[in-house]
């Protein structure tokens, strides 16, 4: 059975950088027909999108984050990264990681646990 | 970008009772439309995909239908489980992009 799980710091400072990882398990990261994800969630709001990525190589980016954010792939660990630069206050959120299903339509499943990153001094 | 605009934002209805939630997008998404359930404290879990097939594991009373513009989940007897917030979810261009709408919370009336 996939499993995905979010690790990183749980609290980042203004302007610095919040850098998280999806250690996949019960299946490779390196199969086609599969994207992967990172998505967000403030506390008490809904759920926005920041990017996607295909083994390969090939990303995509919510354009409203598109400037801070990066995503990068360790095939040889079985997981992922996430980076997103310049941190604020809006920026606090619980963070998940899902595998993206693509055909002609596109659906996240699984998804992780969710890890909750706050931004403060 | 593609908008998903859900409605009601809360539906208060009674164990038993049929719920029905709307999901509108802003230009046509075909029936590439995807629902999810999330309960307090946890990860978004997948009901529907294709906009009325339902995933592994989701029980027959989640339905989902609608193409175009307009997509509806139908929840046709509820159960005290079902009380959480849906989330209605597209994919559009390539390499994708994703759009979900904005929630709408399902409570105990």
Redesign the interface.
Known sequence: QLQLQESGPGLVKPSETLSLTCAVSGGSISISSY?W?W?RQPPGK????IG?F?YSG???Y??SLKSRVTISVDTSKNQFSLKLSSVTAADTAVY?CAR???????????????TLVTVSS | ?IVLTQSPATLSLSPGERATLSCRASQSV?????W?QQNPG?????LI??ASNR?TGIPARFSGSGSGTDFTLTISSLEPEDFAVY?C?Q?SSW?????????TRLEIK
């Open positions: 994207y994800g998505i809904g759920l926005e999108w996607s295909y090939s990303t995509s919510n354009p998940y993206l299903i693509i055909t002609r339509s596109g659906w996240f499943d699984p998804w992780g646990q969710g | 970008e075909s029936s590439y439309l995807a999810y946890q990860a978004p879990r997948l995909y294709d995933a989330y979810q994919r390499p994708p992009r994703i759009t979900f709408g904005q929630g």
